[in-house]
Structure formats: structure tokens, C-alpha cells
């Protein structure tokens, strides 16, 4: 049945007899009782859109199942998927030149075409992703993830093929050279660009620009102190984090929940432009599989999400999923290198990217990358030089032969529950720098860290890290969210990464070391390590792991105390226990725990006489303006119209300035017996909280800004010339809800933020009960009707609800239906 028959029946029939009429339909698509029961028949994979252009995928196997997903993702997002596909084959300085910017990585253009082609360049040359694919499950793909790969190509080609390149609607693609069909390859291997994409920003300029000493004409740079070292990459790490993906969860169990068994609340942090954003789909295979939630563009499974029994997401872990070895180089031939008291040469290679001339034509750019037993050279990390001198570094990438993480989420999405969670992630270790939380009907809610985590148990790191490794393992040195970066003695091949009998791989920590919890009341993360997943439990693991017994971000403080609060009935809003009601609420009332902490004792200080008229960089700063702003911003919300929000906000950066929140002029310090609340107290008679204001203050008059100024008139995305206003703040606020405000294409946007939020409920029968908004919307293209729908639905705090049962699907009335015949 047809899109037109199924319009046609609706302008005629009453409402329940188009339902019907509807789940008869697409059941008889793809050859299935109505009733639901086990498909079969010939394959015709049936897709049936629903408000905001979700799309709602059936099939009755796993290859139709990716041809209706490849068919939808491309309707909605062929130019930023085309733009992958010409990234992972390392062909981007041949279409767009060598000096584009690009983003291998989780960060935006994060290097130019040119170093990005010759590091993907080099990976297809050696055959990386072709080796796993060849290789039996669990290390390469199932049969299941073939069919599936197998069919989005189908689909993501049938519709490229339906359209034709000059009339593909999105004018960033339309006409283009570079779009074209694609290959399974291209899609494994952008599967295994985002698997890697942790390391790719740290390191890949340095891998792709190695060169022995001499060999380049920049002046020879001096071997920096391993304290030096240290800091740089501690400090480069630290901005990466706070400019980058994080994520908020919360799973909570039975004992936590009014009139359901467990609940779970999905809070990632995405980009909100390129490869990284999400996608929102239902993929159903009836009497075998039927999940709903999203996925990174081009992966036909759900990465986070629910189906009838579990649901699941993830958060950015506390795991450097890379490690560096210092191998000491030969001084009279610096590509040789010593490894247990022997000489051993360094492995040159050639790679060569095609790469378009100023005058139009093509030319040949080769690079000589060299490498050692434990990986590639790099000369940097995050920019931080190492220097090719009298040692140099080596990267292992733990991640670079994990194509296992396709296999996972195949897994989750067919989980019954958190049991099963546990045993998918332990026998696959293909999640990559990510934590899980899920819950299920039984009521159960779960944290693990159970990923690909490099084998470097606590004795190894005593026995091998350097000096320079060592200080970034020193906790007292720590600073927030900041994975610690291994650096190990590559003079003995005994440092290197050993092999665990109980790992999936060689390399990989014994899964059955690393930190998971379940619990009856909850389970939570916001990108700190494992130790507070619930703070009646606090855990224990390796140090490659993250920290224990040190501060929590503001946003752990304020998700732990949100669970607490709410389970015990303390938060003002009526009765003890989550519902989808005010789980939803306590997320976008967007309230800043920074603000919780000093906005009082700041406000006392602005009314003192020492902050009057300050002067800063030659200017003098009437500070007491900001007084009565502050002192009327009573909520402490980062909503739209709040007032004083954007004045604090501007206020409260300048005053971390980058550093850790235990850093700052405290009365109470950190205590590791009570880390929820403390460190407290701020010493708002310190010349530091003056200073910050005053810089506020003049930011904001420089900028035309008022100083009350409402959330709504300064933080907005421009959507086909719409202004949106976003609600919510940065991570270093201590909001839930966060969006990082910055330019794209030189212009005022969100560069990453909440991305796909969704809020699940299970009862005891019944199916689940949920709301999601995907904060940027469906589609990347300017000129389809889901550009910015859900951005304004975000924007006004609202939600879908989730149509999950065929029912439900059919009774929506803006269905529309395609059959892929």
C-alpha cells in the first residue's frame, strides 16, 4: 500500500478505521500478520514517517532493514554523509583542496584536507579495515551487520539514483563531483573513522607530520622537561574535553521510580553540525527486533535508545583511548630506535593523496610516515610538541582494530536486560571511550565502563611509566573530566600493552577489572570517571580508568543531587520518585550548581564598597551595575527568559579561567568524604571575584549587551533566517542541559550540546513510555521541513512523544508511508 492509497483512505474513513487500515498495509509490506507475529514473504522494506520526520523503519530481515534506514538517512542527510564518504577515502584535497578544513575527529575542523587525507590514506593502504572486516566474529562484523551494511548501501543508492545528483535539494552537495554511490567499504570504514575518532583529533596532525630530525627545513626543537610535557598535554587535554562531547545520565531503578519499574534519562552532548550529529529512527523486524532511539548519521542500528525491555545510552568515559611510548632514538640515525638493549629500524612508508591545484588541475602530494612496533610516530598531541630529538613517541591506538563496536550495538539493541547489557559489552569490549547506562522492566539500573581500555593494570604503570607518564597518572595533578595519557618505556618491549587470556583482543584491560554498578535507586555519569556512579557505592578500578577520591565536575554534583532530591522527595515538586513528567522538567529547568554555590556570596561582595569602579586593561568597570542584576536572579536557571543568567555565565568563566573547580577561592575545600558538596563556601572577598565581574561587565557593555539582558536575546542559532533561542549553559556552569555556544562559518551557533535527549519509563507490562527531542533536528538541510522543527521544540522546552507501537504509528496524522519495492 502506497503513501497516495493510505492519504486517500484518511480524507474518507473514520480514525480508528485508518489505523486499522494502516497496520494492515504495512504489515502485508513486508509480508507479515498483522498481529505482529514472525515475518515473512518477500522483502519490502516500508518506512513510515511521523511527526518531525521520524521515521519509523520495518522489515522483514536485517537487510531490508538497513535498505529502509540507508534510503531515510540519505533523504535527510546525503551532503554531510557524501562529505564522510570522501573523507574516509582520503579525497578530499582532490575535489575541495588541500587547505579546506575538515573534522576526522569529535572536534570541528580540528586540521586541513590535506593531513586528514594522508592519515586515512595511509590506513586504506594498509588494508586496516579490510583485515577486520575479513575476520571472524566477535572481532569483525557479525552476519547480522553485514546484511545490514549490505542493505543501507542498497538504500542510500536507491534513493541517490531516485533524486540524481543535480537535484539533490541541499545546496551543499547539489551538482557535486564528489557525490556518488556508494561501496559496503565506504561504509565500514566510516564506521571505523568514528570507532577511532577519540584519538584522530590528539594526534593525527602529529602522526602525519613526522619527520626524523634534519629532514624538514623548521629549525630542530629542544626536548622540553617532562614537567613541561606533562602539563602541556594535561592542560591541551583539559580544553579538549571542555570543548568537546560530554554527555548527562541517569538510570533509575524500581525503588527510585512513582508507578514504573526503572527509568532512564539520555542526555549526549553531540555536535551539532557534521559527521557527529544524530539521527532518530524506529528499526522494527517483527517477532525479532524492534529498538527506537538514534544513531551517529550512517550507522544502521541505534546507538542509544529502547526497545521493549532495556534502555540504554552512553557517556564520554575518563579513558585516553590511545597510549604513547618513548622510544630512545640512535643519535647518528634517529629511525633507528632501542628495544631491550637492541637497534631496530623504524618502517618507512610512502603515502600519496591526489590534490587540486590552484588552476583546477590534479597533482600528487607524498609524505614519508614512519612507524614503529608500537604504532606511529607523532611529533604532537593537541598541538603539544614532542619533539623527534633524543627519543621519540609512538601511538597505539586501542581502538584501531575495533570494528567489534558495530557488533555491540546489534547486541544492545536485542537486549532483554541489564544482565544482558553487562554480558554484550564484556564479550564484545567494542565500546570506544564511552561508559553505559541503562535500565530495565525489572527494574534494575546500570552503570559499566566496560569498553576498550588499554591493558596498563596499576603494577605495569608503576613499572613503566616514564617521568613524564608519571606525572600524568599523578591524581594530585588531575584536572577535571581529563583522562590520564599513558607514556611508557618503549626501550623494553615488557612495557608494552600485554596480552589478557580474558580480553576479546590482545592489549585490552580484562573486562571482569572494569567498574560497573546495578542498583534498585539509581546510577548516573556526566563525563567524571566511575567512582560517584552513585555515591552509596562509590567504586573502585585501575587509575587508566580515571580518578577516585577527587572533585566531581559541578554537573556530577548537580546530577547526583537532582537523583537524590527527587528519589527522596526534596527537590519542592510533589511526592518522592521520577515520573516522565518531572524528569523531563528537572532537565530544562536548566538550573547551574555554580550558581547554587556563589551567586549569594558573590552578590554580598558586589554590594560592598570594594566593588565600585575597577579598573581593567585601561578601562574603568562601574562593577556595582551588576549587583542588582545578579542579586534579582533568585532561580539560578539558565531558561530562556531568564535575566542575569547570561551576566553570570560570562562572570563565572572568567573566574575558573580554565582551571579545576577546587582551584578557586573556596572557604571549603574539597573533602573527600562528602565530594557532593564540597568543595563551598567562595571566598568572594578574594580580588579574583572582582576582577572576573569587572571583565563581565565590560565584555557585555563592549558587546552592546545590557547587563540584564534576557537568555533569549543573546544565545540563539540562526535557522533559514529565524532566530531560536536555546536555553541552557556550558558545562563549567553545573547545568544538565548543555549547550557550548560558538562560530560556525562565522557566525554565532551551538557547536556542541544537547543533541538527542530522550526519557524512557517501563511499567510492569505495557510498552515503553517515552519522549525524546532532537535538539538540532532531523535534517542538516536548509531546505527540508525538518531543519529546524525540533530546534523549536527544544527551544520552547518541549517533547516528542514517542510513537512506538503499530498503532501508535498508524494513528499519527501526518503518516506517510514509503514502500521500497
Same mark, same amino acid.
Given at each position: 500500500?502506497?503513501?497516495?492509497?493510505?492519504?486517500?483512505?484518511?480524507?474518507?474513513?473514520?480514525? !480508528?478505521?485508518?489505523?486499522?487500515?494502516?497496520?494492515?498495509?504495512?504489515?502485508? +509490506?513486508?509480508?507479515? %500478520?498483522?498481529?505482529? =507475529?514472525?515475518?515473512?514473504?518477500?522483502?519490502?522494506?516500508?518506512?513510515?514517517?511521523?511527526?518531525?520526520?521520524? &521515521?519509523?523503519?520495518?522489515?522483514?530481515?536485517?537487510?531490508?532493514?538497513?535498505?529502509? #534506514?540507508?534510503?531515510?538517512?540519505?533523504?535527510? $542527510?546525503?551532503?554531510? *554523509?557524501?562529505?564522510?564518504?570522501?573523507?574516509? @577515502?582520503?579525497?578530499?584535497?582532490?575535489?575541495?583542496?588541500?587547505?579546506?578544513?575538515?573534522?576526522? =575527529?569529535?572536534?570541528?575542523?580540528?586540521? @586541513?584536507?590535506?593531513?586528514?587525507?594522508? #592519515?586515512?590514506?595511509?590506513?586504506?593502504?594498509?588494508?586496516?579495515?579490510?583485515?577486520?572486516?575479513?575476520? %571472524?566474529?566477535?572481532?569483525?562484523?557479525?552476519?547480522?551487520?553485514?546484511?545490514?551494511?549490505?542493505?543501507?548501501?542498497?538504500?542510500?543508492?536507491?534513493?541517490?539514483?531516485?533524486? =540524481?545528483?543535480?537535484?539533490?535539494?541541499?545546496?551543499?552537495?547539489?551538482?557535486?563531483?564528489?557525490?556518488?554511490?556508494?561501496?559496503? *567499504?565506504?561504509? #565500514?570504514?566510516?564506521?571505523?573513522?568514528?570507532?577511532?575518532?577519540?584519538?584522530?583529533?590528539?594526534?593525527?596532525?602529529?602522526?602525519?607530520?613526522?619527520?626524523?630530525?634534519?629532514?624538514?627545513?623548521?629549525?630542530?626543537?629542544?626536548? &622540553?622537561?617532562?614537567?613541561?610535557?606533562?602539563?602541556?598535554?594535561?592542560?591541551?587535554?583539559?580544553?579538549?574535553?571542555?570543548?568537546?562531547?560530554?554527555?548527562?545520565?541517569?538510570?533509575?531503578?524500581?525503588?527510585?521510580?512513582?508507578?514504573?519499574?526503572?527509568?532512564?534519562?539520555?542526555?549526549?552532548?553531540? &555536535?551539532?553540525?557534521?559527521?557527529?550529529?544524530?539521527?532518530?529512527?524506529?528499526?522494527?523486524?517483527?517477532?525479532? !527486533?524492534?529498538?527506537?532511539?538514534?544513531?551517529?548519521?550512517?550507522?544502521? !542500528?541505534?546507538?542509544?535508545?529502547?526497545?521493549?525491555?532495556?534502555?540504554?545510552?552512553?557517556?564520554?568515559?575518563?579513558?585516553?583511548?590511545?597510549?604513547?611510548?618513548?622510544?630512545q632514538v640512535d643519535p647518528l640515525n634517529p629511525t633507528r630506535y632501542l628495544v631491550d638493549g637492541a637497534w631496530q629500524q623504524m618502517t618507512s612508508q610512502q603515502v600519496g593523496v591526489d590534490v587540486r591545484k590552484a588552476d583546477g588541475t590534479v597533482g600528487r602530494v607524498t609524505r614519508t610516515l614512519w612507524a614503529t612496533r608500537y604504532g606511529p610516530i607523532t611529533t604532537s598531541v593537541l598541538g603539544t610538541p614532542l619533539p623527534w630529538v633524543v627519543s621519540a613517541h609512538a601511538v597505539r591506538d586501542v581502538n584501531m582494530d575495533n570494528l567489534r563496536a558495530l557488533n555491540t550495538w546489534f547486541h544492545l539493541d536485542q537486549a532483554k536486560d541489564v544482565d544482558d547489557v553487562v554480558h554484550t559489552l564484556e564479550s564484545t569490549q567494542g565500546v570506544p571511550f564511552f561508559n553505559t547506562i541503562a535500565t530495565d522492566r525489572k527494574g534494575n539500573a546500570l552503570y559499566a565502563d566496560i569498553q576498550a581500555t588499554p591493558n596498563i593494570t596499576d603494577a605495569h604503570a608503576r613499572s613503566c611509566l616514564t617521568l613524564t607518564g608519571q606525572l600524568l597518572f599523578d591524581q594530585t595533578l588531575r584536572l577535571p573530566n581529563v583522562p590520564p595519557?599513558?607514556?611508557?618505556?618503549?626501550?623494553?618491549?615488557?612495557?608494552?600493552?600485554?596480552?589478557?587470556? @580474558?580480553?576479546?583482543?590482545?592489549?585490552?584491560?580484562?573486562?571482569?577489572?572494569?567498574?560497573?554498578?546495578?542498583?534498585?535507586?539509581?546510577?548516573?555519569?556526566?563525563?567524571?570517571? +566511575?567512582?560517584?556512579? $552513585?555515591?552509596?557505592?562509590? *567504586?573502585?578500578?585501575?587509575?587508566?580508568?580515571?580518578?577516585?577520591?577527587?572533585?566531581?565536575? *559541578?554537573?556530577?554534583?548537580?546530577?547526583?543531587?537532582?537523583?537524590?532530591?527527587?528519589?527522596?522527595?526534596?527537590?519542592?515538586? %510533589?511526592?518522592?520518585?521520577?515520573?516522565?513528567?518531572?524528569?523531563?522538567?528537572?532537565?530544562?529547568?536548566?538550573?547551574?550548581?555554580?550558581?547554587?554555590?556563589?551567586?549569594?556570596?558573590?552578590?554580598?561582595?558586589?554590594?560592598?564598597?570594594?566593588?565600585?569602579?575597577?579598573?581593567?586593561?585601561?578601562?574603568?568597570?562601574?562593577?556595582?551595575?551588576?549587583?542588582?542584576?545578579?542579586a534579582a536572579w533568585q532561580d539560578h536557571d539558565f531558561t530562556a527568559n531568564s535575566r542575569g543568567s547570561w551576566l553570570f555565565e560570562n562572570y563565572w568563566v572568567r573566574l575558573l579561567g580554565g582551571q579545576a573547580i577546587e582551584k578557586l577561592p573556596w572557604r571549603v575545600p574539597f573533602d573527600a568524604n562528602d565530594p557532593v558538596h564540597t568543595p563551598n563556601s567562595l571566598d568572594s572577598g578574594n580580588s579574583a571575584v572582582r576582577d572576573a565581574l569587572a571583565r563581565a561587565v565590560l565584555s557585555l557593555r563592549t558587546a552592546g549587551v545590557p547587563l540584564n539582558a534576557r537568555l533569549a536575546d543573546v544565545q540563539k542559532v540562526t535557522r533559514n533566517g529565524e532566530k531560536i533561542p536555546v536555553h541552557g549553559s556550558m558545562s563549567e556552569l553545573g547545568v544538565l542541559n548543555v549547550v557550548t555556544p560558538g562560530l560556525v562559518d562565522g557566525k554565532f551557533d551551538i557547536t556542541f550540546g544537547s543533541s538527542f535527549v530522550q526519557q524512557v519509563r517501563f511499567t510492569a507490562d505495557g510498552p515503553p513510555q517515552t519522549s525524546s527531542v532532537l535538539a538540532y533536528s532531523q535534517s542538516a538541510n536548509p531546505n527540508s521541513a525538518h531543519y529546524a522543527d525540533q530546534t523549536r521544540l527544544f527551544s520552547a522546552g518541549q517533547w516528542v512523544t514517542e510513537r512506538y507501537t503499530e498503532n501508535d504509528i498508524a494513528a499519527s496524522p501526518v503518516l506517510e508511508v514509503k514502500v521500497l519495492d
Open positions: 500500500m502506497g503513501l497516495r492509497s493510505i492519504r486517500a483512505i484518511r480524507a474518507r474513513l473514520p480514525v !480508528a478505521v485508518v489505523v486499522a487500515v494502516a497496520v494492515m498495509g504495512t504489515m502485508a +509490506a513486508v509480508g507479515a %500478520p498483522a498481529g505482529g =507475529g514472525g515475518a515473512a514473504g518477500a522483502d519490502k522494506p516500508t518506512i513510515r514517517y511521523t511527526e518531525y520526520g521520524i &521515521p519509523h523503519i520495518i522489515a522483514s530481515d536485517w537487510a531490508g532493514l538497513g535498505t529502509g #534506514y540507508g534510503y531515510a538517512v540519505a533523504k535527510d $542527510n546525503i551532503c554531510t *554523509l557524501a562529505d564522510t564518504y570522501l573523507m574516509v @577515502n582520503a579525497q578530499r584535497s582532490r575535489y575541495l583542496g588541500p587547505d579546506g578544513r575538515t573534522s576526522p =575527529g569529535e572536534h570541528q575542523n580540528t586540521t @586541513n584536507n590535506l593531513n586528514s587525507d594522508l #592519515y586515512f590514506q595511509r590506513m586504506n593502504d594498509d588494508r586496516v579495515v579490510e583485515r577486520l572486516i575479513g575476520l %571472524p566474529a566477535p572481532d569483525g562484523p557479525e552476519p547480522e551487520v553485514k546484511d545490514a551494511i549490505r542493505g543501507y548501501v542498497r538504500g542510500y543508492n536507491r534513493y541517490l539514483a531516485e533524486t =540524481g545528483v543535480n537535484n539533490i535539494s541541499d545546496p551543499a552537495c547539489r551538482g557535486a563531483a564528489w557525490v556518488r554511490p556508494i561501496t559496503e *567499504l565506504d561504509v #565500514y570504514r566510516h564506521a571505523h573513522a568514528e570507532i577511532i575518532m577519540g584519538t584522530a583529533d590528539a594526534l593525527l596532525e602529529g602522526e602525519v607530520n613526522a619527520a626524523p630530525p634534519g629532514a624538514s627545513a623548521a629549525p630542530a626543537q629542544a626536548a &622540553p622537561s617532562p614537567e613541561e610535557t606533562a602539563k602541556r598535554i594535561r592542560d591541551a587535554m583539559a580544553a579538549g574535553r571542555q570543548q568537546g562531547m560530554g554527555s548527562n545520565a541517569l538510570a533509575v531503578g524500581s525503588q527510585g521510580v512513582s508507578g514504573g519499574t526503572g527509568m532512564l534519562l539520555a542526555n549526549p552532548h553531540f &555536535p551539532w553540525q557534521g559527521k557527529n550529529r544524530m539521527w532518530q529512527s524506529q528499526l522494527t523486524i517483527p517477532g525479532k !527486533a524492534n529498538v527506537s532511539g538514534a544513531s551517529l548519521l550512517g550507522f544502521p !542500528a541505534v546507538n542509544i535508545g529502547h526497545n521493549d525491555d532495556v534502555a540504554w545510552t552512553h557517556t564520554v568515559a575518563t579513558v585516553a583511548p590511545f597510549g604513547l611510548f618513548d622510544v595519557v599513558s607514556v611508557l618505556d618503549g626501550k623494553r618491549s615488557a612495557c608494552d600493552w600485554p596480552a589478557d587470556p @580474558n580480553a576479546v583482543a590482545p592489549g585490552l584491560l580484562d573486562p571482569h577489572k572494569q567498574p560497573r554498578l546495578i542498583r534498585s535507586d539509581f546510577v548516573g555519569n556526566a563525563n567524571d570517571s +566511575a567512582w560517584l556512579a $552513585n555515591p552509596a557505592q562509590p *567504586l573502585s578500578f585501575p587509575r587508566v580508568m580515571g580518578d577516585t577520591t577527587a572533585p566531581r565536575s *559541578l554537573r556530577t554534583q548537580e546530577l547526583i543531587l537532582t537523583a537524590q532530591n527527587r528519589i527522596n522527595g526534596n527537590d519542592g515538586l %510533589p511526592g518522592r520518585g521520577f515520573t516522565p513528567q518531572n524528569m523531563r522538567q528537572l532537565l530544562f529547568t536548566d538550573n547551574s550548581r555554580a550558581a547554587d554555590l556563589a551567586l549569594n556570596a558573590t552578590v554580598a561582595a558586589c554590594q560592598g564598597a570594594s566593588f565600585g569602579l575597577v579598573l581593567v586593561d585601561g578601562n574603568l568597570v562601574n562593577v556595582s551595575e551588576a549587583c542588582p542584576v545578579l
